[in-house]
């Protein structure tokens, strides 16, 4: 098992920043992917951006140039910086992670771009 806990969501204005944290624990693997999606409200959760252990990461075409992903394997933790809010960014910002064991998601964090 791996237990995923995020943190660091807000209300922020527009053009706002707020950086999101992962901490994770538990079976953790060492090959592993982990990400960031996102649900807005009767809609489907989809990628915002993702990361490998090894430091590839790849973005959502929605967050490139707003937004940054990252993560530091001695303190199992991801991030994603999220510059240049919009309120279309609003939605509950979940944690991914997947490896040969299995797939883990966190609990949200709720992220409110609005002024």
């Known amino acids: 098992q791996v237990q995923l806990v995020e943190s660091g969501g807000g209300l922020v204005q527009p053009g706002g920043s707020l950086r999101l944290s992962c901490a994770s624990s538990?079976?953790?693997?060492?090959?592993?992917?982990m990400g960031w999606y996102r649900q807005a409200p009767g809609k489907q959760r989809d990628l915002v951006a993702s990361?490998?252990?090894?430091?590839?990461?790849k973005y959502a075409d929605s967050a490139k140039g707003r937004f940054t992903i990252a993560r530091d394997n001695a303190l199992k933790t991801m991030y994603l910086q999220m510059n240049s809010l919009k309120p279309e960014d609003t939605a509950v910002y979940y944690c991914?992670?997947?490896?040969?064991?299995?797939?883990?998601w966190g609990q949200g964090t709720q992220v409110t771009v609005s002024s």
């Open positions: 991914k992670h997947e490896s040969r064991r299995g797939v883990y």
């Open positions: 538990g079976d953790i693997f060492s090959f592993n992917t």
């Open positions: 990361i490998t252990s090894g430091g590839s990461s």
